[in-house]
């Protein structure tokens, strides 16, 4: 087969509105809805989903139910479930649960966003982060680190490529099994992710997997993630119906839609393994439960092109 008759590469979609969905959320979801909306993207093919933190539920009281949820996770045999933990005390209660293969862990690319999101500096994040991503491997966990406000922060604005680079270079020593690009307040555009992501490949190389997590907060959301894909990124975050948004954050809207980024890979011949029409009515239900139209537009607009007794 010529290489331009290749089939483009596959992209994995990591599903989070269990957790980075719902933490900002002022409407309290209970337990249930929290598992029933987990068993509703299992439906839809998602096989990796984000179902809770482990963070001081005065802090976050959504996630007060974190060992609850974890207690009743569906039983599928392919599903990988992560849970963010923040701090020592965090990873033991997320691998205390046993029903966790991910963890997913936190640096900041300020020290003013650290101090606030989890009373650190960039310095003790790296710090923190490396000696529990040393520790997951040696308990067999799988571990994600994430480079929070790497493109802009609320409190110092600007945050400069080489910066971002060298907080994944020092995340990288420590062998962690995805470094995660977050646009935690929605700044990003196109040129950024581009020179951010070349510049992380430079400094971490090839063998650690890179992982996309953009919020639309300013609309470019799926513009970014086009620029990641075609940077060479094949994982990315994203929340059922675009809700989300972070605690610790003024004025930082939802992730960037599942279905959203689901249509938008499907259109462009990309394998995701996920049922659009499924994914949209699970948006919808959660906006039912929510009481609100969630943001995310595919499941407003529907499938195309349409099939009879679709939406």
Known sequence: MPASALPPPAVQLIDVAPRDGLQNEKVDVDT?????????LLGTGLR??????????????????????????PAVADARYAGLVLNAAGYERAKATGRLQDLNMVVCATDSFGQRNQGQTIAQ???????????????????????????????????????????????????????????????????????????????????????????????TAVANVLAAYEAGVRRFDASVGGIGGCPFAPAATGNVATEDLLYLFQRMGVDCGVDLAKLNEVARWMGEKLGRQLPGMVSRAGVFPPRFGDA
Do not use: W, Y
Not at 32 to 40: E, N, R, V
Not at 59 to 70: K, L, S, T, Y
Not at 140 to 166: D, I, K, M, Q, Y
């Open 48 to 73: 990796r989903i984000e179902v809770a933190s482990f963070v001081n539920p005065k802090r976050v009281p959504q996630m007060a139910d974190a060992e609850a949820i974890c207690a009743a996770l």
């Open 125 to 219: 994040g790296i710090e923190v982060v490396s000696a529990m991503a040393r520790q997951a491997r040696r308990d067999g966990l799988s571990a994600a680190v994430t480079v929070s406000v790497a493109f802009g922060c609320p409190f110092e604005g600007e945050v400069t490529v080489a910066r971002v680079a060298e907080i994944a270079e020092a995340l990288a020593a420590a062998e962690p099994d995805e470094i995660i690009l977050a646009d935690t307040i929605g700044v990003a555009v196109p040129t950024q992710v581009r020179a951010t992501i070349a510049a992380v490949r430079e400094r971490v190389g090839d063998a650690i997997p890179l992982r996309g997590h953009f919020h639309n907060t300013r609309n």
């Open 32 to 40: 249930a809805t929290k598992l029933a909306l987990i068993q509703a």
